[in-house]
């Protein structure tokens, strides 16, 4: 166990969450993991770590941390204004999406910014908590997983697999990560619509819905246009997925995330389709929520397209300096203002 | 939706398929159930990432990367068709639990609902061979049935914000021990001092969906007994294989 970050301050809700625990859902035990799957995973590309690395999912207000090993390196991703503040240096603000090193007793306090509902904070070669059901993912409610089984404390030792980042050039983005937070959420209809009125769906498809700001990862609860049972509002128990909308006796619907029971007692009038997840995953209470309606098959389309552009955004991932010596980007620039003598 | 048959197969986006065999509590649409979660998981289909069995239907979730909902629907109904019904080996588990009114705060008020002593009650609880249908609501949470038709009383009209682990509860048709604490509308009539869930453990939990389960009653001198051993790791609840 290697130590690599002292938590001076822990920030709102702060946990260590990876893909999630798979494979235990038939005895009760939630996926869990990160929220924003695309946050978490552009986070660890960044610092260069392999698939599944955990890191820290920061809902709030950002942690503080000191770093205690030799060399840390580090990434944020979140909300375009959210960065880390590095007391003591000139350049004292590196922002989301960037890669920085950080040296032996220097503090860095996480700034999230408004936009994203969570963000992610990767080391290079991962943090290091025991595995437990195959997974490093916190599930706080039953207390296991991730640091403990609970959001970080101030005076927690966070470990690492390394001890030392290899001083080399820092790496960002082509381009921006666009959240996208005006953009529909994505659903196929079912597995419980036939318990809705034919005005319950369209109320669903036409109405637009604010996220409470009692939401967590457990679900989000939505305020909006009431949906109509058909009947009943109670069903025999039936299995829940991330992105379940149901809706209880309040006529209101909850869609349910990653620390969702995995069983549950109320029709599910729709599901968010996986790569939508992410999408809702970022906008947090308060923020305004439209739905589609899609095929299974548009779903499936729009989840591989989705994994292509992740992956393409993970290839194009380049050194800090190449952007600003790109010719390129000079050549058009030069045409277009005219400041720059064309023939340097 | 797809009518097929005596089952439905509802969508879940592109991230699962449910086999819906009724709506109903009931054994033989557990077993339907409990028997395509071993076909499945025998057979394991490409692209299926984890099949969650409940009363009444099974979660098939995969990877819509790795598969599609119309290949898997297929490959599946495939499946079922060539399957024919075999016997299945089961667990069947015997759990300690302490009927006390000490260990159990609902059970004199059952008894009095019901119209038979506590230990009639105690008696005809653990009397009873009961089939796990499904684990859900917290890790390790078995909703197990049938309740003995006179024991059966609706839930509580005030349910409670802390139900201690380890409470045995009934309500309707089913009896259930809590493994964690949690918020609980059953009621409360007895306490198992055995572990019901261990994150440290390779399973997670002590019972699965289908395995059986028989209550022994035991004295509060035994119960503290199991308790300190549980407490050093040094105990398990008997169990052996059982044909079904």
Known sequence: ?344 | MTGMDDFRILKAADSALVFEFGTAIDRKISDRVLGLAEILNNAGLPGATEIVATFRSLCVNYDSLKTTGAELEQAIVALMKGAGTSSQIRRLWEIPVCYDPEFAPDIEEVATRVGLSVAEVAALHAGTQYHVYMIGFVPGYPYMGDLPKQLRLPRRRDPRTRVPPGSLAIATSLTAVYPYESPGGWHLIGTSPVRFFDPDSANGSLLGPGDSVKFRSVAAGEFSRICRAVERDEYEPESREIAT
């Open chain 1, 1 to 344: 166990m290697i130590p690599v970050l002292k938590v001076i301050a822990p920030g709102f809700h702060t946990t260590i969450q990876d893909e999630g625990r798979r494979g235990f859902q038939h005895v009760g035990v939630p996926v869990s993991g990160a929220l924003d799957r695309n946050g978490y995973l552009l986070s660890n590309a960044l610092v260069g770590n392999a698939p599944g690395a955990a890191c820290l999912e920061i809902i709030g207000t950002g942690p503080e941390l000191e770093v205690v090993g030799a060399s840390v390196r580090v990434a944020l991703i979140g909300s375009a204004g959210g960065g880390l503040e590095i007391a003591g240096r000139d350049d004292a603000f590196v922002g989301s999406g960037r890669t920085v090193r950080l040296a032996r007793g220097e503090i860095a306090r996480v700034r999230l910014g408004g936009d994203a509902f969570c963000s992610y904070l990767a080391i290079e070669a991962g943090f290091d908590v025991p595995l437990c059901l195959n997974s490093r993912s916190t599930y706080t409610r039953a207390r296991f997983g991730g640091f403990s089984g609970r959001p970080l404390q101030g005076g927690d030792m966070l470990h690492g697999f390394a001890d030392d980042a290899a001083s080399r050039e820092e790496v960002t983005f082509s381009a921006p990560r666009d959240l996208a937070l005006d953009q529909p959420i994505r659903v196929v209809l079912g597995p419980q619509d036939d318990y809705f009125t034919a005005l319950a769906i369209e109320e669903l498809l036409q109405g637009s819905y604010i996220i409470s700001p009692a939401s967590d990862r457990m679900g989000f609860r939505l305020a909006g246009p009431e949906l109509e049972h058909k009947s009943d509002y109670n069903i025999v128990s039936d299995s829940i997925v991330g992105g379940s909308i149901q809706v209880p006796g309040s006529k209101l619907p909850i869609i349910l995330m990653a620390d969702a029971q995995t069983t549950g007692g109320y029709p599910k009038i729709a599901t968010v389709i996986s790569a939508d997840l992410p999408v809702l995953a970022v906008r947090g209470g308060g923020r305004t929520v439209r739905f589609q309606a899609v095929s299974r098959e548009d779903a499936e389309r729009i989840s591989r397209a989705e994994h292509q552009r992740l992956t393409k955004m993970i290839q194009d991932i380049r050194p800090e300096s190449s952007k600003l010596i790109s010719l390129e980007a000079l050549y058009h620039q030069n045409l277009i203002d005219g400041v720059v003598d064309a023939k340097v």
